[in-house]
């Protein structure tokens, strides 16, 4: 069983800075894909970024630049670096888990992000 404990949200003003991170527990972090997805209220959880063990990323259309992804196998930790947050990136973010040995999902409780003056 695998489970994912995220942290770093909260309360940031418009074009501030905040970073997630997602440690993993159990032995498979080196063959995951990490990634973050939000939820708003009301709206589908959507994909924000992804990353493979060997470091390949890939960002959700919102992204436009301003997020990065990295994970450090050797602390089985995800991090995701928000810069140049904006209202609309308000929202619950989680960790999620691909193990693609058996292609199965996990996920983590998720941390709110507030972008407001």
């Known amino acids: 069983q695998v489970q994912l404990l995220e942290s770093g949200g909260g309360l940031v003003q418009p074009g501030g800075s905040l970073r997630l991170s997602c440690v993993a527990s159990?032995?498979?972090?080196?063959?995951?894909?990490m990634g973050w997805y939000r939820q708003a209220p009301g709206k589908q959880r959507e994909l924000v970024a992804r990353?493979?063990?060997?470091?390949?990323?890939s960002f959700g259309d919102f992204v436009e630049g301003r997020f990065a992804i990295s994970r450090d196998n050797t602390k089985s930790t995800a991090y995701l670096q928000m810069d140049s947050l904006k209202p609309e990136d308000t929202a619950t973010y989680y960790c999620?888990?691909?193990?693609?040995?058996?292609?199965?999902?996990?996920w983590g409780e998720g941390t709110l992000v507030t972008v407001s003056p």
């Open positions: 990353i493979t063990p060997g470091g390949s990323t």
């Open positions: 159990g032995s498979i972090f080196g063959h995951t894909v």
């Open positions: 999620n888990a691909l193990y693609f040995v058996t292609n199965t999902n996990y």
